[in-house]
């Protein structure tokens, strides 16, 4: 199955400030890559799929990139709401895999 | 508007078989391309995906966990059903429905239920 390795495992920032979250995995998924934030007692939210297509109703603040290996998730402007945990996912063979996650904790 | 809801018992014991059910509403499991599965995430830690159903009854399932799983639907009743054999205290985790958005991308998530497997 593909491993997929998430950093860094916690990102201590401010409002306002930007967010760049990784994932890398153990082998191409092509651009069959996903992204879910997690609220604490809350089910995880789809963000971003194959790559880089926002889900429905997700803010524009929210980006994806990257292909093959590695992808990239970035939040242009950290709102107060934006403090989470951020899952990547392959959906590119079965299983799919997920990462172990990134927490987004105010500085 | 898709809503999914998982039911099921909040506590089973050792070597038990959980059965876990999801009813949903807003989509059928009939119409072509639809797919309906389990992923499962213990008590601060990452997702695990468990199962897929199919509309057309195709079933898919974890390869570590394929020996003790069995996702079964019934249309008629917008319902999917998750069984897992001989529970362990390691299986304890919260249990999320999911609607198959595209390939193996998950778009509506239940809101989770609990289980816990203890003596």
């Known amino acids: 199955e593909i491993v997929l390795t998430q950093s860094p495992a916690t990102l201590s920032l401010s409002p306002g400030e930007r967010a760049t979250l990784s994932c890398r995995a153990s082998?191409?998924?092509?651009?069959?890559l996903a992204w879910y934030q997690q609220k604490p007692g809350q089910a995880p939210r789809l963000l971003i799929y194959?790559?880089?297509n926002r889900a429905t109703g997700i803010p524009a603040r929210f980006s994806g990139s990257g292909s093959g290996t590695d992808f990239t998730l970035t939040i242009s402007s950290l709102q107060p709401e934006d403090f989470a945990v951020y899952f990547c996912?392959?959906?590119?063979?079965?299983?799919?895999?997920f990462g172990q996650g990134t927490k987004v904790e105010i500085k | 508007q898709i809503t999914l809801k998982e039911s099921g018992p909040t506590l089973v014991k050792p070597t038990q078989t959980l059965t876990l059910t999801c009813t949903f509403s807003?989509?059928?499991?009939?119409?072509?391309?639809?797919?309906v599965g389990w992923v499962r995430q213990p008590p601060g830690k990452a997702l695990e995906w468990l199962a897929l159903?199919?509309?057309?009854?195709?079933?898919r399932y974890s390869p570590s966990l394929k020996n003790r799983l069995t996702i079964t639907k019934d249309t008629s009743k917008n319902q999917v059903v998750l069984t897992m054999t001989n529970m362990d205290p390691v299986d304890t985790a919260t249990y999320y429905c999911?609607?198959?958005?595209?390939?193996?991308?998950?778009?509506?998530w239940g809101q989770g239920t609990l289980v816990a497997v203890s003596s």
């Open positions: 807003g989509f059928s499991l009939s119409t072509r391309g639809v797919g």
């Open positions: 999911v609607h198959r958005k595209t390939s193996l991308t998950f778009d509506y």
């Open positions: 082998q191409s998924v092509s651009s069959y």
């Open positions: 996912q392959q959906s590119y063979s079965t299983p799919p895999t």
């Open positions: 159903i199919y509309w057309d009854d195709d079933k």
């Open positions: 194959d790559a880089s």
